[in-house]
C-alpha cells in the first residue's frame, strides 16, 4: 500500500478504482486532503513578484524598484499554512525525500537562461544535509555560481531585520559567468535574498536576471 509523503495516509483508499485510471501523476505521492492544502497563485496578482491577491504592482515591488532593483519573478504556489508545515517537515526536519512532490515544476522553467540556485551556508549544509533548492533541480542543468557565508538564518528575522542585513553572497570563483541567468529559490517572502544574489551577479556582469521560486 502507498503511504502518503506528509500525513501517512494510505493513497489508494481515497480513490475509487474508477478514479486510479484518471490520475495525472504516474506516482502518487500525496493523499487528495493533502494535495487540496495546496494552492496555486490565483489570477490576481501582482504581475511583477506574484504577490497573491492583488492587482497591480504590490508595494514591495515598488519599493525595489526605488532602490533599482526590477522585480521579474515567477512563482507558482501562495505560501499558506500547508506550504509552511511542509517546508518545515523538508528543511528544518530534513525530511530529504519531500524534495519530490514539487520537483516537476522546476521542470517548467524556461531553459533559456542557465539556472543559478540559492546556496545555503556550509554550516546550513551539514546540519540538513542537502540544499533544498538544488534538490529540486536534481534533474536540470544549473549551475551553483553563488557561495553563501554562514549568517543568521533569515527565518529568524523579522522583515526590517531582513532589509537591512548585510550581503551573505559571493561569486565562486573560476566558473564562467553567463550573461543572463534565472535565480531559483524555494520561498519569495521580502525579496531580499534574491536582491542580494543579484547584487553579486549584476557586479560580475549579468545584465538579465529573472527569478522564480516555488511559493510567494
Ligand atoms: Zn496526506
Ligand atoms: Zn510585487
Redo the contacts with the bound molecule.
Sequence with gaps: MIKCLLCSRNIAQNFLFSELFLLKSPQNLLCSKCQKNFEKIPEAH?P????PN?HE??T??QNWEKRGYK?RHQAIFHYNQAMKDYFSQYKFVGDYRLYQIFEPYFKNISQKSPLVPIPISPKRLEERGFNQVTAFLQQDNFIELLEKENSVKQSSLNRKERLESPNPFRLKKGLKVPTKVILIDDIYTTGTTLYHASQILKEAGVHEIRSFSLCR
Excluded at 48 to 51: S, V
Design positions: 501582482c511583477c513578484c506574484c504577490k492583488v504592482i504590490c514591495d515591488c522585480i
